[in-house]
């Protein structure tokens, strides 16, 4: 599975869009990009995938490049409760796959 | 719907003792992972089971840990003697593991572990 880079921190006001960007150069045309959280003392949570096109959920925004090699992760009107880490994972789409989680970025959101 | 329930949620045990973490997978799910996250090493991957069959435990540390899956919904991860290294949160998540590919995981809330 192709390497993630992350910013190991960013902050963010509250009400105020998080970007958080996310390199993966090496990514293969059948691996998709995921993006995980996790709030402090629980467990990680989904949060939206892509292949190449920009996909919205009622969690966020992802928007990937047209050669793929990197993403962003887009929260909209970010709150208190998106302080969390976030992970962005390069994952195939056959067989088993692993997910491997790097160190994330630490979001912090302030009031 | 009940998420993926752990137990227990804290356990606190001394060096050598036996420890048995329990998962309960989301009803329907039937593919079942095993993490374990320390401040050192982040988030691994211990052993992965899809219907009821361990498919890849590359990540188990070493004899001391094993794990089963005696029935579709329930799984246990036990530590035997337990090692003061072994101190971490154990997260337990489950997936639909639809065939083809990677399928969203859904994660246990995790069992702190201290082993003294």
């Known amino acids: 599975d192709a390497k993630t880079t992350q910013p190991p921190s960013m902050d963010c006001a509250e009400g105020r869009a998080a970007n958080l960007p996310c390199n993966h150069s090496?990514?293969?045309?059948?691996?998709?990009v995921y993006w995980y959280r996790q709030i402090h003392s629980q467990g990680p949570q989904y949060i939206i995938h892509?292949?190449?096109n920009n996909e919205t959920n009622e969690m966020a925004s992802l928007i990937i490049t047209e050669d793929r090699k990197s993403s962003t992760l887009i929260l909209p009107h970010a709150t208190l409760r998106d302080t969390a880490v976030y992970y962005c994972?390069?994952?195939?789409?056959?067989?088993?796959?692993?997910?491997?989680f790097g160190t994330g970025t630490r979001l912090l959101v302030s009031p | 719907d009940a998420g993926v329930i752990q137990s227990p949620r804290h356990e606190v045990t001394e060096m050598g003792q036996e420890v048995t973490l329990r998962c309960k997978l989301i009803?329907?799910?039937?593919?079942l992972f095993w993490y374990r996250q320390t401040m050192m090493r982040g988030l691994e991957l211990l052993i992965y089971?899809?219907?009821?069959?361990?498919?890849?435990d590359s990540g188990m540390p070493e004899d001391r840990f094993s794990a089963k899956m005696p029935n579709a919904s329930f799984s246990t991860l036990k530590i035997q003697p337990s090692e003061p290294r072994d101190s971490a949160v154990y997260f337990c998540?489950?997936?639909?593991?639809?065939?083809?590919?990677?399928?969203?995981?859904?994660f246990g809330p995790g069992t702190r572990l201290t082993v003294l």
């Open positions: 089971f899809n219907n009821n069959v361990p498919i890849d």
């Open positions: 994972i390069v994952i195939g789409n056959t067989g088993f796959q692993k997910l491997v």
């Open positions: 998540a489950s997936s639909l593991g639809l065939a083809g590919g990677y399928n969203e995981q859904f």
């Open positions: 009803s329907g799910h039937n593919s």
């Open positions: 090496t990514i293969s045309g059948n691996e998709y």
């Open positions: 892509g292949l190449k």
